[in-house]
């Protein structure tokens, strides 16, 4: 019997098989998760292709964060299929390649605004479009993916105050989702070789320090701990946790020069 056994949970962000989002649902599945998958645009094709390597197969609904009723077809459809959600994992993050890496004032405007509407907003579209279906599971959990924002770290930019942006809405969305048992939760995830962080300049200087600073040690190759914190979220087992942002890093934040 899994911590997940007889769970609805809806995963988004899922693109390849490094993904973080696909390791989530993978674990998911095993401790005993029914799962539903989404992906938007282009991408979509690429989420269809990965959800058939997934060990029970998964359902996967288009979903672009930039067109609302997509969110509210969505929960349409998963209200059908399961009547409730148990579990939401936000794990979406875009920014136009100007948000990233070189000086932070070349960035334009609408740039800017595509990296915050969803990397940050999509988790209120989220929050507000499935907090019904979560209610009706006597609550839920959201559980959004993260990268600590305290830091201003190299090439991350826009993106980085798009993170900022991430955790301090997760607290309110907290707050106001509390009273019907909901909670919501992010897991600061150390640097993962997947095909997001490709797209950020510098990525290597996080890689050339990230182990040897981190008193647990961190491979750039393995999101397995990352996974495991997700779905310990979902679980039952953090009934009084929310407004957390709990770091999966090999205690790489925790630690001076």
Known sequence: MGVLDGKKILVTGVLTDDSLAFGVAQLALREGAEIVLTGAGRALSLTRRVAKRLSAGSEVLELDVTVPHHAESVAE??????????????SIGFAPESCLGGELSRAEWKDVAVALEISAYSLKLLATAFAPLLKAAGGG??????????????GYNWMG?????????????????????????????GPIRTMAAKSIPDFAKFEDVWDGRSPLGWDVRDSSAVSKAVVALLSDWFPKTTGEIVHVDGGFHAMGA
């Open 77 to 90: 459809q998963v209200a059908d299929r399961f009547g409730r959600l148990d579990g939401v994992v936000h």
């Open 141 to 154: 959990s959201i559980v959004g993916l993260d990268f600590d924002a305290t830091i201003a770290w190299p």
């Open 161 to 189: 105050v798009a993170k900022a942006a991430l955790e301090s809405l997760a607290r309110y969305l907290a707050r106001d989702l509390g009273p019907q048992g909901t909670r919501v939760n992010l897991v600061a995830a």
